[in-house]
């Protein structure tokens, strides 16, 4: 059994011990290497993630060829691509391990069985999905409002776990930023 | 009563017209005219708006002290600065009307309750905020893969309701433009 999951859904929820060895049941634990890909562009994305330890990136793959991170997973984050898992299209993204990352994996009808089963889940996905897409908005802000090395700056200083353990590529990828730029600053700061 | 309400929740979920009378009496009609505020950065955002005709616009005022818009709401879309109306945090933003526009409005307590006498509805809140949480990542593909030019065009030819309706200088906000590049890309098209 997931305590991750349970303590994470009890922060927004009040769910049984009892109930949730039902609600795991619903799971698949799964193991995945540093760089080992989820999901591919041009899938239909089935799955729904959770980030048990670990880390995820959501990216797409630019028409210059270039890997462009929208999002990340760590601990207690969902990650999918919603408008394909949701419209059953298929995705434009890439989801892939940052590092080694143990996840728990739901699919979309298993979920539906799951919120039909427990339906005050629909609470506890409403929360977080309303958390995530404030927090999304708030990203676009800071991508409108700073220049490039203001962004960089405000990243690092407001969310130093990200910035430790993910490779400063990924972070410029997210940021929109080339590494070579982020390079440039981080030396121009040191100096 | 307000049908449009009602049709938009039994797109998801399934209300009965008499349930519908007790939830639609938790929300306030509210009509802005055009240019109107209904949420001033600083404030609390204490309001969770329904758009049922017309338009909303969310921006914040940039350091250099333009305008830039996040989200727009059109019909049947709601609109409110989900951290600070979640977390109980004053907002970097504003919300103002594009259009005159009639709104239904409640406030956190009232949604808490609403919640609570209706369990469905977290239900209906849950798809409408995996979409949204969805679309803007797939903003945020658009903003780091296309060229200005290309984000303009792309835009207006896939939310051609939007590029009609809404001016010029918003759409231009809205894409992290300048209103002058817009008029620029716009000429050498018709060129």
Same mark, same amino acid.
């Given at each position: @059994?997931?305590? !991750?999951?349970? *303590?994470?859904?009890?922060?927004? $929820?009040?769910?049984?011990?009892?109930?949730?060895?039902?609600?795991?049941?619903?799971? &698949?634990?799964?193991?995945?290497? &540093?760089?080992?890909?989820?999901? +591919?562009?041009?899938?239909?994305? !089935?799955?729904?993630?959770?980030?048990?330890?670990?880390?995820?990136?959501?990216? %797409?793959? *630019?028409?210059?060829? *270039? +890997?462009?991170?929208?999002?990340?997973?760590?601990?207690?984050?969902?990650?999918?691509?919603?408008? #394909?898992?949701?419209?059953?299209?298929?995705?434009?993204?890439?989801?892939?391990?940052?590092?080694? *990352?143990?996840?728990?994996?739901?699919?979309?009808?298993? =979920?539906? =069985?799951?919120? =039909?089963?427990?339906?005050?889940?629909?609470?506890?996905?409403?929360?977080?999905? =309303?958390?995530?897409?404030?927090? #999304?908005?708030? &990203? @676009?802000?800071?991508? %409108?409002? %700073?220049?490039?090395?203001?962004?960089?700056?405000?990243?690092? +200083?407001?969310?130093?776990?990200?910035?430790?353990?993910?490779?400063?590529?990924? $972070?410029? #990828?997210?940021?929109?930023?080339?590494?070579?730029?982020?390079?440039?600053?981080?030396? &121009?700061?040191?100096?």
């Amino acid at each position: @059994m997931s305590e !991750q999951l349970y *303590t994470h859904l009890n922060k927004y $929820i009040s769910v049984e011990a009892h109930d949730f060895k039902k609600i795991n049941s619903y799971f &698949k634990p799964k193991r995945v290497l &540093k760089k080992e890909i989820v999901l +591919e562009a041009g899938e239909f994305c !089935q799955h729904l993630y959770f980030v048990e330890k670990g880390c995820l990136q959501q990216y %797409f793959i *630019t028409d210059k060829g *270039t +890997e462009r991170t929208v999002q990340f997973a760590i601990e207690n984050w969902w990650m999918t691509d919603f408008l #394909s898992y949701q419209n059953k299209t298929r995705t434009d993204f890439y989801i892939q391990a940052v590092e080694n *990352t143990r996840l728990l994996v739901i699919d979309r009808q298993d =979920q539906e =069985q799951l919120l =039909q089963e427990f339906p005050i889940l629909e609470r506890y996905f409403r929360m977080v999905y =309303q958390i995530a897409y404030g927090s #999304s908005l708030m &990203k @676009m802000k800071y991508l %409108f409002n %700073f220049s490039k090395e203001e962004l960089y700056f405000h990243f690092t +200083e407001h969310f130093p776990e990200f910035a430790q353990r993910v490779p400063q590529y990924l $972070i410029a #990828s997210f940021l929109g930023l080339t590494p070579e730029y982020v390079s440039e600053i981080r030396a &121009k700061k040191r100096s």
